[in-house]
């Protein structure tokens, strides 16, 4: 059995495992069609969107609020061009997002 990254055995590197990954979804959606992929990541979002919800409802009152979170973020960064990205729902950038793909796939 393969663990990744763990105290249990040697791992493999996350590059490894991002193309074992996309592997097993291309045999996954081409055995069993892409119609029934398609209802299962809809109702997959759905789950996933409905716990998200949840999850800042409950974390917003614990954490002082969303303006107490974007103050902390302010102070901690120290310009507010920076913060405002951070809160921009389009602020990443693509070049941003692919670097930060790249990142996470590429690091061992």
């Excluded at 490894?16 to 990541?41: D, H, P, Q, W």
């Excluded at 409950?58 to 310009?79: F, I, N, R, T």
Aim: with cysteine.
């Amino acid at each position: 059995m393969l663990f990744l990254d763990s105290e249990y055995g040697p791992g493999i590197p996350k590059w490894e495992g991002c193309v074992i990954g996309g592997a097993v979804a291309i045999v996954y959606c081409t055995a069993g069609g892409l119609m029934s992929s398609a209802f299962v990541n809809m109702f997959e979002l759905a789950v996933t969107m409905s716990g998200l919800l949840l999850a800042i409802s409950v974390c917003d009152p614990c954490a002082g609020g969303w303006g107490h979170v974007h103050e902390l973020v302010l102070a901690q960064k120290g310009s507010g061009a920076a913060t405002e990205s951070m809160f921009s729902m389009v602020g990443v950038g693509r070049s941003r997002f692919w670097r930060g793909l790249r990142f996470w796939c590429l690091r061992s």
